[in-house]
């Protein structure tokens, strides 16, 4: 019988490494009792209601479930409004002063807005929509920088019944005609400029460039943000500033079925077309809100949580602006890098304003790691009560690091799985209930039934590593990819059977069976006929004190099928020497065996990251392959990666003069 991803030969995290969560976290949890979870998978539909209960439905539901495989409809009949449940009903609870979000741009200036100033300001930019045409069922392109007209972007949207798609406002205007010609979006609001690291991003200029190659958008909104000077096209252009605050607050929700489409967000494909996933209003409402309160233990009238993600992502739809707002939550966000305009800045904000969770990627807590734990020293952190992973696996060793130099040994962490076309967390620790263990995700989310299975589908044993698939139909998953439902059942329903999703990603069970994510599979290389993942071989780097950071590729190799090929930065305080590269493959081969030793180790000043954080491991490839990398402008350190991929080519070329001798 076939296998799926096979675990390393070894693995860097016993599991029999638990780490129990503090009392007094546990005596005021909301979930400690494991009854939770036996009660909710005995009935799984009746627990996806009762957590809808949690919202105001403005006509209640006929049934919580159609299912007919692949597609679901869920809470059939009732009718909600998204806006309504983040803002007019705590305002209305008398919660209107509450402070929703604390802005902070990177340049320093500020904005707090509570509630009732939210509620406000998304009626006067809904009615601006509606003066400029904007109807429901109507899609509209967000092009925005992290400033509040963003969430208010999108809550006006959903507060008429118009269909937002937010673009990153790091992708190029190329990718913004994509998505916007894909969704036939007659809307467009952008802002003259964005600020990263010092510097003024003209995204006014790159939305002109996109509206110029398409002629779907008909009108474009404005918002000012850096002042820089830009061209305004008559009759299709219109500042923010100018409309939105002439316009009345007076703007009642909209009453949507629970199956109305609330938003389209792409996400690359493996053909270069992005695909549109599609996620409708109740069931991803209700599940966005239900992990919110319950993995993050959210107390509305305490916390002051942030996600230090962006919501040109999914991470930052559903936990920074849904999630949070739907559970009267006070929010951080911040526009900036995290390391700017020094590498202490994240724990300056989190110290000021005493934040007490904070979410963010294993990616950017091993470049905290590179920096150095004396910059979170340098603040008083003690308001943190809960971390949270999201993004990619993390390696144990950013666990404690994690946990020992954020959370002062004391904060629970939830290292959370799910994925764009999920909506919400699937796999997660329950902070108040589970022995946590580093690397690993664990266990479902009540009601949520992830099985990792081998080729044939079938179940594997503890112990076994083999696919992820989700075998049970749940309220936030995507209802379809937007214009192209072949593609979608040929992408997620395909390849065990229409009852069955699969996520594209390889898994494994512990002794225990808890769930340790392997990264996707196409990031499982074959080695002389043994797979070997590359989340273990980066964990098995980044063990080493000499190195902060690692991401790993494989190349074709005539002999072996793949080579490994490591990228690698080191921590702030290791020096390169000479003899480190072969330290660091013997590094390997000891923490998980000779046949997961590099064949090459390129150390590097960066790794190729989006905006974002996130580690493009596609370029990898490319630059392990000698490929030609393109346009790369739209990362964070272009230079960066060009540097490296001019540094893999000289040693490729130095290598290949040595073996011709």
């Known amino acids: 019988m076939g296998t799926g991803p096979e675990p390393a030969i070894a693995s860097l995290a016993t599991e029999d490494e638990r780490v129990a969560p503090p009392e007094d976290f546990v005596a005021d949890a909301h979930v400690r009792d494991a009854d939770v979870l036996r009660r909710a998978d005995e009935d799984w539909q009746g627990w996806g209601a009762e957590q809808a209960g949690n919202l105001r439905w403005l006509a209640p539901w006929q049934r919580v479930l159609d299912w007919t495989p692949p597609h679901a409809q869920w809470f059939v009949g009732g009718q909600l409004n998204v806006a309504d449940n983040c803002l007019d009903r705590h305002v209305e609870a008398g919660h209107g002063e509450q402070v929703a979000f604390h802005w902070e741009g990177e340049p320093g200036d500020a904005r707090a807005l509570t509630y009732a100033e939210l509620r406000d300001e998304v009626a006067r930019c809904a009615n601006a929509l509606r003066a400029l045409g904007v109807r429901r069922g109507d899609r509209v392109n967000i092009y925005l920088p992290m400033v509040p007209e963003l969430p208010v972007a999108m809550l006006a949207c959903a507060r008429i019944g118009a269909i937002h798609s937010v673009v990153f406002a790091g992708f190029s205007a190329q990718s913004l005609v994509d998505r916007i010609e894909d969704a036939g979006s007659r809307g467009l609001i952008t802002a003259d400029g964005s600020y990263r690291k010092g ?70 494909g493996t053909t270069g077309k992005p695909k549109g996933i599609t996620h409708t209003t109740g069931g991803y409402l ?32 559903s936990y920074i602006v849904y999630g949070p707002l739907a559970n009267r939550v006070t929010s951080l966000l911040y526009e900036g890098a995290p390391d700017h305009p020094a590498p202490d800045r994240l724990w ?75 909506g919400a967390i699937m796999i997660t620790p329950l902070p108040g209930l589970t022995h946590t263990k580093p690397g690993a995700a664990q266990q479902p989310f009540p009601g949520i039934k992830p099985v990792v299975v081998d080729n044939e589908g079938t179940p594997v044993e503890p112990g076994q590593g083999g696919y992820l698939t989700l075998q049970r139909p749940w309220p936030g998953m995507l209802r379809t990819i937007w214009g192209d439902d072949q593609r979608y059942r040929d992408t997620y329903w395909s390849r065990f059977g229409e009852e069955v999703y699969f996520a594209g990603d390889g898994a494994k069970l512990d002794a225990d069976g808890d769930i340790w994510l392997l990264g996707r599979v196409d990031e499982v290389m074959n080695v002389s006929g043994h797979r070997i993942s590359t989340t273990e071989v980066e964990s098995a780097l980044v063990d080493h004190p000499s190195v902060a950071e690692a991401a790993v590729a494989g190349r074709a190799d005539a002999l072996t099928g793949q080579a490994i090929v490591a990228f690698v930065t080191l921590a702030h305080d290791a020096q390169e020497r000479s003899d ?59 230079d960066a990666v060009r540097e490296l991929a001019e540094r893999a080519r000289q040693e490729a070329t130095s290598r290949s003069s040595g073996n011709s001798e």
């Open 199 to 268: 510097r003024v991003v003209p995204l006014k200029e790159a939305a002109d460039e996109a509206m110029a190659r398409t002629d779907v958008v008909d009108t474009c909104l404005v918002v000012r943000r850096t002042g820089e000077p830009v061209a305004m096209q008559e009759g299709r252009d219109h500042w923010y500033h100018d409309l939105v605050p002439t316009q009345s607050a007076d703007c009642p929700p909209e009453p949507m079925d629970a199956e109305d489409v609330l938003f389209i967000l792409y996400t690359s």
């Open 286 to 317: 209700t599940q966005v809100a239900a992990t919110a309160r319950l993995v993050f233990d959210l107390k509305p009238d305490h916390d002051v949580y942030w996600c230090a993600a962006d919501i040109g992502w999914v991470t930052g739809h």
């Open 348 to 422: 300056e904000m989190i110290a000021r304003h005493r934040a007490t969770i904070l979410y963010t990627a294993p990616t950017a807590i091993r470049s905290f790691m590179r920096a150095g734990p004396e910059h979170p020293a340098a603040h008083d952190l003690s308001s943190l009560r809960l971390l949270g992973t999201v993004g990619e696996p993390i390696n144990p060793e950013a666990w404690r690091w994690y946990h020992r130099h954020i959370g002062g040994g004391r904060c629970p962490i939830v290292d959370t799985w799910w994925q764009t076309e999920t």
């Open 580 to 638: 480190l590269v072969d330290e660091l493959r013997a590094h390997v081969a000891d923490r998980i065996g000779k046949l997961a030793r590099p064949a090459e180790v390129h150390l590097a000043p960066d790794l190729p990251k989006t905006r974002s954080g996130k580690i493009m491991r596609r370029l990898l490839t490319d630059i392990a392959e000698g490929r030609e990398l393109g346009d790369v402008t739209t990362l964070a350190n272009p």
